[in-house]
């Protein structure tokens, strides 16, 4: 029987077509080389007589030679049964599936039949050809097809510079565990040599590249040199590439590549010079000098700028229209990165899950902005980029909540100064800086107080005729008390559940693909009239620019804009998990905004991350079987402004 080393190896072997470097066998297990050539030796001997042999190329690596197709599957199935409960060499899970189909096909220069992918995965082709209905929405992400041949297979299809994107954000630069595909058969001495003559030359020409983009331009020439070597090459069109050639980051990228072929002793062509010179163009960070400044602010866009802003307004509500600082931030973004989106290049943003996480109303407003990017340009824009522009509008939303302050309140008690007191030390410390206590009264002097600085009043007796909202407590405060200040603090209404009906729960439903969901869902909002038929059009818009699944088995999907006449929530558990854009998803909300609401969506978004968030929650609220039962899950839990 393998071992587990054994397996890794063979699990690697068998999902590509080149050889593997002993490094990077070697770096899967985390042992020495030398231990991963035992290794190897080993499984030969017990792949010998089952159909398969690992061949070692001089200067390649290893490469697993498949003489007996039939015979070594069987020879698979027999180790997974001899192995179950342990990590087994196949994927499992539909999450799985879909991460070993896209790097299966994607690193495969020739056509891959579906018995034998479903073979390799011990599934059934049914299966596989629901896994592949969402591999292909991946692929079409990048504007690459997925080719049906008969009686050869299947193959993917694009343009090499989309292949090559979808290649480093899938296979080359995601840090996921220590197996994933890596630039490994490249030695790191040369991945150190070429980024010294990176920093070297946009130091010497003064251009300045973050972190980030630094390490794009790194991981692209790499991927470039490995796709040269198998004889791919980027094709740009002509009247593009004069374009690019005109500027003088060009010259930049030719010094790059003339340094970098002497290092790794391969020759790029002069279109891969411009695709190269596509990484400066796309720079981020700018010099701060007032020169450059001016040159970037050009009236296309600062109009574009203009009309996000605008129209963030008429669809949030953000109220951040006016922040100057917004407005320069935009407009400095905006212009290095319409290169990147002219070409199509997939900047990869390594926040974008903790900014979908932390900040869902400025992700919502890099949406919009997105599309409206691409109503202007007619380029789309990628979610990664969405995830840059949500800095910006999440950094205003914070600056806005600065200069509004915390709410101010006014106590109001009966029993005696100590009581009141006894309030205000008690609504202190329970809100601290959120809440702003301008002082404590007798109700007989409330009328020589000006309310016009106070936004509501805490009061232990009832009070009639005031012009602001009271909020009656008892004298002593109680849980109840603080959760109905709270609602006034943070502009929500009522508790969550008040958001949750239960004729729009859907409990364990058996569907299996996120298109049916939707296609369920949407139905069942349609058929109670709560929303129009066009908004399922409105929701499959907005999955199409990012995606709503943030992990932990949940997705919020929702229209690109509000299209309901109140604000609630519908909820679908399923049965079993299904695909939704490469993550798991058991637990889907929908998201039903008021038209033209005037409501803290960023609280409501909040409230319900804080529940989504936890692993144990969603558990719980995925096994309810009844109503009661996942109601009871949101009772449970002490959603408030304290952590």
Not at 122 to 134: M, R
Not at 210 to 222: F, G, R, V
Not at 318 to 324: P, R
Not at 552 to 574: D, E, K
Request: with cysteine; charged share 30%; net charge negative.
């Amino acid at each position: 029987m393998l071992n587990s080393r054994m397996e890794n190896i063979l699990r690697e072997l068998i999902a590509v077509d080149d050889p593997l470097p002993g490094s990077y066998l070697a770096r899967v297990n985390s042992v020495t080389p030398r231990t991963t050539r035992e290794d190897v030796k080993t499984a030969n001997d017990w792949l010998a007589g089952n159909g398969a042999e690992i061949v070692t190329l001089m200067g390649k690596g290893y490469k697993l030679e498949i003489k007996d197709d039939p015979l070594f599957r069987e020879f698979l199935k027999k180790e997974h049964e001899q192995n179950e409960g342990v990590t087994s060499p196949v994927p499992n899970s539909p999450e799985d599936r879909v991460g070993y189909l896209l790097k299966r096909l994607l690193l495969s220069e020739v056509y891959v039949k579906l018995d034998d992918l479903a073979e390799e995965m011990f599934i059934s082709k049914s299966t596989i050809q629901n896994d592949l209905k969402e591999v292909k929405e991946l692929l079409a992400r990048y504007d690459i097809s997925l080719e049906s041949r008969p009686n050869y297979g299947l193959k993917v299809k694009g343009d090499e510079v989309k292949l090559r994107f979808c290649l480093s954000e899938h296979l080359f630069n995601r840090v996921k565990t220590d197996a994933e595909f890596s630039i490994d058969s490249i030695s790191q001495s040369d991945r150190d040599a070429v980024s010294e003559i990176i920093m070297r030359k946009i130091d010497r020409n003064q251009i300045t590249l973050s972190d980030i983009a630094m390490n794009n331009l790194l991981i692209h020439i790499m991927i470039a040199y490995q796709r040269i070597r198998s004889g791919n090459y980027v094709r740009i069109y002509q009247d593009d590439l004069q374009e690019i050639e005109g500027q003088e980051q060009y010259e930049v990228a030719a010094e790059i590549v003339n340094e970098v072929e002497r290092t790794l002793h391969v020759d790029f062509p002069d279109v891969e010079i411009a695709y190269i010179a596509l990484h400066l163009l796309g720079t981020k960070l700018l010099s701060q000098s007032s020169e450059v400044t001016e040159q970037v602010m050009d009236e296309e866009i600062m109009e574009l700028v203009h009309v996000i802003l605008h129209q963030l307004e008429e669809k949030l509500s953000l109220d951040i229209k006016e922040d100057k600082e917004l407005i320069v931030a935009l407009r400095l973004h905006l212009k290095p990165a319409i290169n990147r989106f002219k070409y199509g290049m997939n900047i990869r943003n390594p926040m974008l899950e903790d900014i979908k996480k932390n900040y869902p109303l400025a992700f919502e407003a890099g949406v919009v902005s997105g599309i409206i990017i691409e109503e202007h340009t007619g380029i789309r824009v990628d979610e990664n980029e969405v995830g840059y522009l949500a800095l910006h509008f999440g950094a205003a939303i914070e600056r806005l909540k600065l200069e509004i302050g915390p709410k101010k309140c006014l106590i109001v008690c009966a029993s005696g100064m100590g009581t009141a007191k006894l309030i205000q030390y008690k609504l202190k410390a329970y809100f601290g800086q959120n809440l702003e206590i301008s002082g404590t009264t007798e109700c007989y002097k409330l009328n020589q107080y000006d309310l016009d600085q106070i936004d509501f009043v805490v009061s232990s007796v009832p009070i009639r005729e005031v012009a602001i909202p009271v909020i009656e407590v008892n004298a002593i405060l109680n849980e109840g008390d603080l959760l109905r200040i709270e609602e006034a603090v943070v502009g929500r209404k009522g508790p969550f559940t008040s958001y949750v009906k239960e004729d729009l729960v859907y409990l364990q439903k058996d569907l299996s693909s996120k298109q049916e969901v939707l296609e369920f869902m949407s139905g069942e909002l349609v058929e109670r009239g709560l929303v129009e038929d066009t908004f399922l059009n409105a929701v499959c818009e907005r999955e199409e620019v990012a995606p709503t699944s943030f992990g932990n088995l949940v997705a919020i999907p929702h229209p690109i804009t509000p299209q309901s006449n109140r604000t609630f929530l519908s909820i679908c558990t399923l049965k079993k998990p299904i695909i939704w854009y490469e993550k798991s998803v058991q637990f889907i909300c929908f998201l039903c905004v008021k038209k033209d609401s005037q409501e803290d969506l960023q609280v409501l978004y909040e409230w319900l991350g804080k529940i989504i968030d936890s692993q144990s929650t969603v558990h719980q609220l995925i096994k309810a079987g009844t109503y009661r039962e996942f109601i009871k899950v949101f009772d449970k839990q002490n959603i408030s402004l304290k952590h």
